[in-house]
């Protein structure tokens, strides 16, 4: 049995007959039949049964398919993997950030490290928390940039970089803006503009309100910063923010008034990946030179 042979298996299934199945393989109907006949004869059993206009599997192709399908998944990831390590040892490094992470972290080192490593191509992506933590676990991703422990944790090796806390963030003229801090059951009948479930921060800002038993509303649940400003600068709501816009120089609007939460509310930056993914000698180097970036 070859692998070609199993992937002709999978197509008809799928596509419910030869013709469709031709034209998605780039086959002729004649040749595809004639690799399924020559597969069913080293088989010893029949694969397929016409019905109408379509391919039925057999009993026995019922049971050859999951073993087929597992093997073929089985080839393509081990080949998506040597590609992944071929691109390393050309030089070719992935980064995944969590959105916000690299306005928080200082991308001069980064840059100071390309300058030294001329021959490294740095590929950066920036994602919803979950999808930055994701693309490590999938091994799309060579080294992320997560807010928090990444989940499950037993699959990452990580190191945390920077801490931040939360904060409210207001208009000038907000009931709140004169407030030295607040905590979570302020936050009552307040309308948030903050980010969509895809991120932590909001799942924190959720958790700490059903341990304080406060129930939030919400005006808007939405990544889009340029949306979330408006909100804010039309004194519409109060944002969920990070204290390290409270820097003038990195801060997304500064009209805008930033109040510390007195609950524990972290936004922690780690360099995180997954254990037992391959880096290269300048992957490897990367790793170790965002690693200096470490607070003490």
């Known amino acids: 049995m070859e692998l070609r042979q199993m992937q002709y298996l999978i197509a008809i299934y799928e596509h419910g007959g030869l013709s469709a199945a031709a034209e998605k393989l780039f086959l002729t109907p004649q040749a595809l039949s004639k690799s399924i006949r020559k597969l069913e004869e080293e088989l010893d059993a029949p694969l397929f049964y016409r019905e109408k206009n379509s391919l039925i599997l057999t009993p026995f192709g019922k049971k050859v398919l999951p073993e087929v399908q597992r093997l073929v998944a089985d080839y393509e990831d081990m080949m998506r993997r040597l590609e992944q390590i071929s691109a390393q040892e050309r030089g070719r490094v992935r980064l995944a950030f969590s959105h916000g992470v690299p306005n928080a972290l200082s991308l001069d080192s980064l840059r100071s490290f390309e300058e030294a490593h001329p021959e490294a191509v740095v590929d950066m992506v920036e994602l919803p928390d979950l999808l930055a933590e994701d693309a490590v676990r999938r091994e799309t991703a060579d080294i992320g940039f997560s807010i928090g422990v990444p989940q499950p944790a037993e699959q990452f090796e990580y190191l945390r970089l920077r801490h931040y806390q939360l904060c409210a963030v207001v208009h000038p003229d907000h009931p709140l803006a004169g407030r030295e801090s607040l905590s979570i059951r302020d936050l009552k009948g307040q309308p948030l503009v903050t980010k969509n479930p895809y991120f932590k921060v909001f799942q924190m800002v959720e958790d700490c309100a059903e ?86």
Do not use: C, Q
């Open 211 to 296: 341990r304080a038993g406060v129930e939030l509303i919400y005006a808007l649940r939405s990544p889009d910063e340029i949306l979330w400003l408006r909100m804010l600068e039309d004194n519409r709501g109060v944002g969920i923010g990070v204290s390290f816009l409270r820097n003038p120089k990195k801060s997304s609007g500064s009209r805008l008034v930033h109040i510390p939460f007195d609950d524990e509310l972290s936004w922690d930056i780690y360099v995180i990946v997954k254990r037992g993914h391959y880096l290269s000698r300048t992957a490897g180097e990367l790793l170790d030179h965002m690693k200096g970036l470490a607070e003490e």
